[in-house]
């Protein structure tokens, strides 16, 4: 069993930034994938960022230059660091580990 507990989201205007953090403990194998979806209201989750193996980032193009996501192999961590943010990014953001979802925080674009 693995547990993710995500921290970051919140309220922030176009243009602004936020860091997402998610901390992933319990049974968790050396090679894996970690990573962000997200779910826009009314619409279907989808990939922002993962990386696999600890070195392979995939990036959605909607956020290619604007999110970047980091890793921390030996504390089984990863933030998901989001720049010049748009209405478009508001979204429940959920931490991804190997099939394991996190509950989920609330990012919301809006002036």
């Known amino acids: 069993q693995v547990q993710l507990v995500e921290s970051g989201g919140g309220l922030v205007q176009p243009g602004g930034s936020l860091r997402l953090s998610c901390a992933a403990s319990?049974?968790?194998?050396?090679?894996?994938?970690m990573g962000w979806y997200r779910q826009p209201p009314g619409e279907a989750r989808e990939l922002v960022a993962i990386?696999?193996?600890?070195?392979?980032?995939n990036y959605a193009d909607f956020v290619k230059g604007r999110f970047t996501i980091s890793m921390d192999n030996a504390k089984k961590t990863v933030d998901l660091q989001m720049n010049n943010l748009k209405p478009e990014d508001t979204a429940v953001y959920y931490c991804?580990?190997?099939?394991?979802w996190g509950e989920g925080t609330l990012v919301t674009v809006s002036s």
């Open positions: 990386v696999s193996g600890g070195v392979r980032t």
């Open positions: 991804f580990l190997n099939g394991y």
């Open positions: 319990g049974r968790i194998f050396n090679s894996y994938t």
